[in-house]
């Protein structure tokens, strides 16, 4: 099942998907898992890091990029590795040279990361700012990576962000939404999609992020981590389309008192 028989499909910048589940590609324990994992999730978003990829593929016969099929799939090079906004931006530059190779010339997106913290790989805000404003205006479609800060979404947006990216909890933690109410916070603010990533370690939590009406979920280690890429995979898939389809639909309102679902008056007027 997926939102394809609906018109419910996610626009980043001026580009189309129906799947809101993306996937890194870092951390399995072999390629046929990343890509089965990748193929049971119904992604559309395959995000890969771009210092862990040679620069030349067409001779390169080890990358399992080239397993992939680029006709189905979007190429989210992302600039994870950059201490500073100069190497995010030459990572930047370097990622649609790849998206080139796989015959994707229109592709300028890139995932910014910008992240000098080493021990907890916290995203640096005024790095990732500087490296976006370079970037939105040499045409590329950017998606930072970023704290969940409120005001820095808000920058980043008026910037020409195509979306932002606030972390659930650290990087390959598992921890979960740990930021959600600085989370909701930046959905209501913003008019781009907010894209909830990292942290996230099962499908209640994906389906949680996406109740709380994110327009999609990138997670990595949760998926290849697991006792079955495969099978994980595809549980955050179905629990994506869950929270989506219960963040459409409306959840009902709270209560602070019981409500009977059947009162007895109300059962014999339709006697």
Known sequence: MCMKNNLDRLKIGNKFFNSRLMLGTGKYKTTSDAISSIESSDCEIVTVAIRRLPMDLKNDNTSFLKKLNWEKLWLLPNTAGSQTAEEAIRMAFLGHELACQIGQEENFFVKLEVI????????????????????????????????????????????????????????????????????????????????????????????????????????????????????????????????????????????????????????????
């Open 116 to 271: 000098s913290d080493p021990k907890y790989l916290l995203p640096d805000p005024i790095g990732t700012l500087k490296a976006a404003e370079f970037l939105i205006k040499k045409g590329f479609t950017v998606l930072p990576y970023i704290n969940a800060d409120p005001m820095l979404a808000l920058h980043l947006e008026d910037l020409g962000c195509a979306t932002v990216m606030p972390l659930g909890s650290p990087i390959g933690s598992g921890q979960g939404l740990n930021n959600l109410a600085n989370i909701q916070i930046i959905i209501e603010n913003a008019k781009i999609p907010v894209i909830v990533d990292a942290g996230i370690g099962t499908p209640s939590e994906a389906t949680q992020a996406m109740e709380i009406g994110a327009a999609g979920v990138l997670l990595n280690t949760a998926v290849a981590q697991s006792q079955n890429p495969s099978q994980m995979a595809n549980a955050m898939k179905l629990g994506v389309i869950a929270g989506r389809l219960a963040y459409l639909a409306g959840r009902m309102d709270k209560k602070y008192y019981a409500n009977p679902s059947s009162p007895l008056e109300e059962f014999s007027k339709l006697h």
